[in-house]
């Protein structure tokens, strides 16, 4: 009988346990869109907690600050160091909300394809285009800085490259 009432007060520790983790994850769902997703990938890894990506990001080089580089989904601009871009409801914009979510690490050609064309293009033309068109509206906005912090150094992969202050 006692192995019966240890099993079920297992059972339900377990259960509450469980209803714990998903209500941790639906809070830090909530503030870091996309790190579940990430966990469940493996692109997090534990003992380094700046791969969670909670933290701000750092400004890109040149004027900004981290506090001022805002990429605003409801209007489609991005706005930093007093200066906005509306770049629209476009590929570009779309580009950069992309790269901003995981900020200085490189992501392939195929990964952005499938994320911000949603397959829609598959030619690696389409990814470079974009950053071409994005990098210049940025830096006629004036933000040259963030325009240059967009790297494409790794061949077939770009990244949002952010440095600390």
């Known amino acids: 009988m006692s192995i019966l009432n240890h099993t079920a007060d297992t059972a339900e520790r377990l259960a509450q346990a469980a209803a714990h983790l998903q209500q941790a994850f639906s809070l ?46 409801d209007t489609f601009s991005v706005r930093w160091a007093d200066c906005t871009c509306r770049l629209g409801n476009t590929f570009p914009f779309r580009l950069l909300a992309r790269l901003a979510r995981r900020p200085n690490q490189f992501i392939s050609y195929e990964v952005l394809l499938k994320d911000v064309w ?48």
């Open 28 to 73: 830090i769902q909530s503030v870091a869109p996309g790190i579940v997703e990430r966990l469940a990938l493996g692109a997090i890894n534990l003992s380094n907690p700046q791969s969670l990506g909670l933290d701000r990001p750092a400004a890109p080089s040149g004027n900004g600050s981290a506090l001022s580089f805002i990429i605003d989904q």
């Open 118 to 165: 949603d397959d829609e293009y598959t030619s690696p033309e389409a990814v470079r285009s974009a950053v071409k068109v994005l990098r210049r509206k940025l830096t006629a906005a004036g933000m040259a800085g963030l325009a240059e912090a967009i790297d494409g150094s790794t061949s077939h992969h770009y990244a949002l490259k952010l440095v600390e202050r």
